[in-house]
């Protein structure tokens, strides 16, 4: 019901700036929450930045002050500005969506997209 494509992702050195960006379509109207989540080779899934359709965000502790999470409600897209890149931020990074409806509840995933901080 809904589709979630990203873009943005790369090689970048340490110190550098990044920008993801992640479009929804399909039945778009239930969507709520949005977020990014990123995984690291042999740990866990965890939530780098969230945003509420009204706005309202949260972080990480290991990315405040150097990642931005933002959306545009009309273009139907979530963004992740990353500044002063670290290579611990290296990871996958997948776009997020929670979705409901009638008495129904959903997420949904993007593809991912590597993240890779190296000289």
């Known amino acids: 019901q809904v589709q979630l494509v990203e873009s943005g992702g790369g090689l970048v050195q340490p110190g550098g700036s990044l920008r993801l960006s992640c479009e929804a379509s399909?039945?778009?109207?239930?969507?709520?929450?949005m977020g990014w989540y990123r995984q690291a080779p042999g740990k866990e899934r965890e939530l780098v930045a969230a945003i509420t359709r009204g706005g309202i965000t949260n972080y990480a502790d290991s990315v405040k002050g150097r990642f931005t999470i933002s959306r545009d409600n009309a273009k139907n897209t979530v963004y992740l500005q990353m500044n002063s890149l670290k290579p611990e931020d290296t990871a996958v990074f997948y776009c997020?969506?929670?979705?409901?409806?009638?008495?129904?509840?959903?997420?949904?995933w993007g593809q991912g997209t590597q993240v890779t901080v190296s000289s």
């Open positions: 997020n969506a929670q979705w409901t409806g009638f008495m129904v509840a959903k997420q949904y």
């Open positions: 399909g039945n778009i109207l239930g969507i709520n929450d």
